[in-house]
Nanobody, 121 residues
Framework: QVQLVESGGGLVQPGESLRLSCACS????????MNWYRQVSGKQRELVAA???????NYADSVKDRFTISRNDTKNTMYLQMNDLKPEDTAVYYC???????????????WGSGTLVTVSS
């Protein structure tokens, strides 16, 4: 059973940093696009950062120059380095990935269960 597991969330003060990780629970044949989303209670989930299999990245304007997305396909893991955190970054962060679990599987979309990031003084 494929699961994406996020870790690294927590409570930090404004200006501090956090590094989120998203790991696959089992060995995966191939991972395609990987994304980080975030959601504030009562609001729509928004795309924060995306990284393709080839390493191309995209960011929401609100996090550009502060957040960095990366991936390590040998470890089936994705990261989000978040610097200069602001109170408005407070949200539950979700990882998302399109992947093939085996060579004969269809490409399917998976979500993690989320990790809470709270930025407050």
């Amino acid at each position: 059973q494929v699961q994406l597991v996020e870790s690294g969330g927590g409570l930090v003060q404004p200006g501090e940093s956090l590094r989120l990780s998203c790991a696959c629970s089992v060995s995966i044949f191939r991972i395609y696009d990987m994304n980080w989303y975030r959601q504030v209670s009562g609001k729509q989930r928004e795309l924060v950062a995306a990284i393709s299999r080839g390493g191309s990245t995209n960011y929401a304007d609100s996090v550009k120059d502060r957040f960095t997305i990366s991936r390590n396909d040998t470890k089936n893991t994705m990261y989000l380095q978040m610097n200069d955190l602001k109170p408005e970054d407070t949200a539950v962060y979700y990882c998302n990935a399109a992947l093939q679990s085996t060579w004969y599987s269809n490409v399917m979309n998976y979500w993690g269960s989320g990790t809470l990031v709270t930025v407050s003084s």
